[in-house]
């Protein structure tokens, strides 16, 4: 079925880096994305990567694929109080994208 | 250019209620998708259209709920009788050209039912 699971919470230090998980289920999916969602705001796209692709760097976001093991991670550099939000990541499921449960990443100044 | 229009921003209204959810989705954008957000179930995809035709609603709950999209610029999401159970934050999102490509959400309307 569609599952894409995500560890619902990470607190890191303003500066350090943070690493967000995901884990899906359609190994046919074109493109993965990663959303974030502010307080009091609906999601907005942060990136993406194609399934070709193992990794993709922009800015302070790195994106690595793992297709054997249906794993997908965001590593922020440098993360600032502002990156302080909730991560969806997201694959092409049956219907539409599926949306994991969201990741509240909490950065402590 | 405009993103993506919800209205209302907060509804308030009590139980048996019919509440109507407004969306104007990105000019030029042929999907439009409707979620609801709460703690306990996270995101969930209601309803999604192409083309203004409804292609997949097997997410809305119950037939308490009903969407519309009578034209290309605008959607509703109608509950009637509200409940409590249907508090939480609606979106609407628009796409361009597959329902796979990178959606664009409105900020969402709070819904509380008391």
């Known amino acids: 079925g569609e599952d894409v699971e995500q560890s619902l919470f990470l607190s890191v230090r303003e500066g350090d880096s943070s690493v967000i998980n995901c884990t899906y289920t359609d190994s046919s999916s074109t493109y993965l994305y990663w959303y974030k969602q502010e307080p009091g705001a609906g999601l907005q796209l942060l990136t993406y990567?194609?399934?070709?692709?193992d990794m993709k760097q922009d800015q302070r976001l790195t994106v690595l694929l793992n297709k054997k093991d249906k794993h997908l991670s965001l590593r922020i550099a440098d993360t600032q109080t502002g990156d302080s939000a909730i991560y969806f990541c997201a694959e092409a499921g049956r219907r539409a994208l599926t949306f994991g449960s969201g990741t509240r990443l909490q950065v402590q100044p | 250019d405009a993103g993506v229009i919800q209205s209302p921003r907060h509804e308030v209204t009590e139980m048996g209620q019919e509440v109507t959810l407004r969306c104007k989705p990105i000019s030029g954008h042929d999907y439009l998708f409707w979620y609801r957000q709460t703690m306990m179930r996270g995101l969930e995809l209601l309803i999604y259209f192409n083309n203004n035709v409804p292609i997949d609603d097997s997410g809305m709950p119950e037939d308490r709920f009903s969407a519309k999209m009578p034209n290309a610029s605008f959607s509703t999401l109608k509950i009637q009788p509200s409940e409590p159970r249907d508090s939480a934050v609606y979106f609407c999102a628009s796409s361009l050209g597959s329902s796979y490509n990178e959606q664009f959400f409105g900020p969402g309307t709070r819904l509380t039912v008391l």
């Open positions: 990567i194609f399934s070709n692709m």
